[in-house]
């Protein structure tokens, strides 16, 4: 990345900067007088009122007018829940983590008591939580064991405009469930509310049959926006030197909050930065560079909501994760690269891949409104407002852009029929079509019944919080006597990456990861480098000199503990293969089959599957050999189709693991 230079023309010169401190809400007089303050406050008779009057309510309100942080506990003051719980779900880990500290600090109680939170991996709740803040696929999982949702007289739904696949399948379970608590008496009835900062609300009120919708009048504090004045190229170098701008002339009281895509570029500009701090000639305050995305080890996560010492300045860089729910206080600045990576599906390749792409005008308010949740903020969007009015006014659902063998398989965990499921914006049914098929590959539904059920691999597939194909992969594992090395393996692969990128030398760094690197490839050196970490005592140290992300495999640990818990639960035989890593391969390639390609004369790889031209990622271990056939974990699209986590497969295995598919090859039609 370049250093800034003082040409740029992003218009924030315009703004003169006020010594405003941001609120310190660590007393509690003062949060409540905080409280008070909140929009929501006001209106809190009203809106008992509605949630009293109706079964189901739709609350729209602005950020940081109050909604997740007051409602659900205005609910619990007001007895509404009866005994029961109150659950309320968030797209992301980290909001329903913060938020329940939050809710739980205002309550004067500890989180895991009335207020707890529970999320992938980690469950803070006791029998005595009565507000209980879980992700949104936290809740699904429970309605695998109680379509109902017994355990809750009350779920809101909360960040619907985000439109996760989990949230608008949940949508559908509430509703359902609603009618079913409706019909029997015996039941306590189920109310519902819908929270959302923007949507399109007529559509969300047919789908609850015409529910009434509440507005909540006015937000909290103004942000002043500013767009760049010329198009950039490079939205990296463009949010570096705004950064820059606002950290020469804003008072350190004020952090910073800059959206970038991932975790890749989030530590590049992270080391960028301490580097330019480094310079004498840098002005400004002290700073403190923190990082904020999904994969990151969620201890982590936490500590860009600590305060930095008076005086020094906080920037934090963060992917969406920071886009929605969460409130990092003293933020004032928000730095709006404009880009978000996003999931999408291709149907012609069968994969979920991510891609860097330009967010939606939705997805811009979110952002610029995370700069006034406490005091007047400002927010600069590195694009041009024609740029801004270009884009799309909102983001498409999840639901209609990824592939669905996971849902499809949590559904049908629930006994749902996919293809019936009223959902408010249903996928193509050719997707649902698509996802059924694969699951009948992985052996997870019944080839035979005429509509799709689970057969008992499917039911245990069901149970992993991961994608089916990886579930597979794990429930195999005892029969290649290797479960130990493919639950490391698939820890592993569950964080986003184990190394570190940063100023090292190249050469260095290549020297360290070449004593655990595999000729087989990816998967058998991911699983050295987890041996070599779980026999090291000092694991910080140990990953220090060998260039590897400490907090991602320390995350990586925890994670594999969880699933050998799931393995127990299931009985399964736990067994090791010790050097014969082909059993290991062998055990992926029986959920990723479909995964496969095949060297080509120009030296580039065919996906088997769908017949895509690729190659193997630079980062990957089998960069630079060319074997003929391989296995991969993802494919990536950037500029070029790229293979990641690739490893050498022998075409003769294909025929032996999955015979219905082999044909497919034409290096195993020799066998
Ligand atoms: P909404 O859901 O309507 O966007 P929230 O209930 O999340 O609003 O937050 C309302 C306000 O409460 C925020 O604008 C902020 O001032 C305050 N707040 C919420 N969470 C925190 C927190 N963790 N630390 C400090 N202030 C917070
Ligand atoms: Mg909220």
């Keep these: 990345m370049k250093r800034p230079s003082s040409e740029i023309t992003i218009n924030i010169h315009t703004k003169k900067f006020n010594d405003g401190k941001s609120q310190d809400t660590s007393n509690s007089v003062q949060l409540l007088e905080q409280r008070k303050s909140l929009p929501v406050y006001k209106v809190r008779k009203r809106i008992l009122e509605e949630i009293n009057k109706h079964a189901t309510l739709i609350v729209i309100g602005e950020t940081g007018s109050g909604k997740t942080t007051q409602i659900p506990h205005f609910i619990h003051n007001a007895q509404l829940a009866g005994n029961m719980m109150i659950g309320i779900t968030q797209p992301r880990r980290v909001a329903a983590v913060t938020i329940a500290q939050r809710v739980a600090q205002e309550m004067h109680c500890t989180v895991g008591g009335t207020v707890g939170y529970c999320v992938r991996f980690e469950d803070s709740t006791s029998p005595a939580t009565k507000l209980k803040f879980m992700t949104d696929g936290m809740l699904l999982r429970e309605a695998m064991l109680d379509e109902h949702l017994k355990s809750y007289n009350v779920i809101i739904l909360d960040e619907a405009h985000e439109r996760t696949v989990n949230t608008d399948i949940l949508f559908g379970i509430v509703k359902k469930a609603q009618v079913y608590r409706a019909e029997h008496r015996s039941l306590a009835p189920l109310k519902v509310i819908v929270m959302s900062a923007t949507m399109d609300v007529d559509h969300f009120s047919n789908y609850f049959n015409k529910a009434p919708i509440l507005y909540l009048e006015g937000r909290q504090y103004t942000v002043d926006i500013y767009h760049a004045l010329k198009p950039q190229d490079d939205y990296c170098f463009a949010c570096l030197v705004t950064i820059f701008q606002i950290h020469k002339e804003a008072p350190a009281s004020e952090d910073i909050l800059v959206f970038l895509t991932g975790q890749e570029e989030i530590e590049s500009m992270c080391s960028t930065i301490r580097a330019i701090l480094k310079d004498p000639q840098c002005k400004g305050p002290p700073m403190k560079v923190c990082v904020l995305y999904a994969t990151l080890n969620p201890n982590k996560q936490l500590e860009v909501f600590n305060a930095t010492a008076a005086g020094t300045r906080k920037v934090i860089l963060s992917t ?188 260095a760094v290549t020297e360290a990861r070449r004593k655990f690197m595999s000729p087989t490839g990816d998967i058998i050196t991911y699983l050295n480098i987890y041996r070599c970490y779980s026999n090291t005592k000092n694991r910080k ?55 496969t390609a095949e060297l080509q004369q120009n030296k580039q790889y065919i996906t088997v599957a769908t017949r895509q031209l690729t190659s193997i990622h630079p980062s990957s271990a089998m960069f630079g050999s060319l074997p003929p056939c391989v296995l991969y974990t993802e494919m990536v699209q950037t500029n070029k189709c790229y293979l990641r986590c690739v490893s050498q497969i022998d075409p003769g295995w294909l025929v032996q693991i999955i015979p219905n598919y082999a044909h497919l090859y034409t290096s195993s039609r020799n066998f």
């Design 320 to 507: 969406n994760i920071a886009e929605t729910s969460v409130t990092i206080s003293g933020v004032k600045h928000v730095v709006d690269s404009g880009m978000v990576k996003a999931r999408f599906y291709k149907p012609s390749t069968g994969l979920n891949m991510l891609r860097v792409q330009s967010i939606s005008q939705a997805q811009a308010w979110q952002r610029a409104g995370r700069a006034g949740r406490q005091s007047n903020g400002a927010c600069y969007r590195v694009y041009t407002k024609l740029e801004f009015d270009g884009m799309m006014k909102n983001t498409v659902p999840e639901i209609q852009r990824c592939g669905l063998s996971g849902v499809v398989l949590q559904l049908l965990a629930i006994g749902i029929d996919p293809v019936e499921f009223d959902l408010l914006d249903k996928p193509q049914l050719g997707s649902i079509i698509e996802a059924i098929n694969l699951l009948q590959q992985l052996g997870a539904i019944d080839k035979n019944a005429e509509t799709p059920i689970l057969t008992d691999l499917g039911k245990k597939m069901a149970q992993f919080p991961l994608d089916p194909r990886f579930a597979k992969v794990i429930l195999s594992a005892s029969d290649f006597d290797c479960l130990e090395e493919v639950l490391s393996v698939v820890a592993v692969l569950s964080v986003d990456t184990i190394y570190v990128s940063g100023n090292s030398s190249k050469e």
């Design 541 to 595: 140290k140990w990953c220090f000199e060998n260039y590897l992300n400490f907090w991602n495999l320390e995350y990586a640990h925890e994670v594999r503990t969880q699933l050998k818990d799931l393995c127990q639960s299931n009985n399964m035989r736990f067994s090791s293969s010790g050097s014969n890593h082909s059993k290991v391969i062998m055990a992926f390639l029986t959920g990723l089959f479909m995964n």
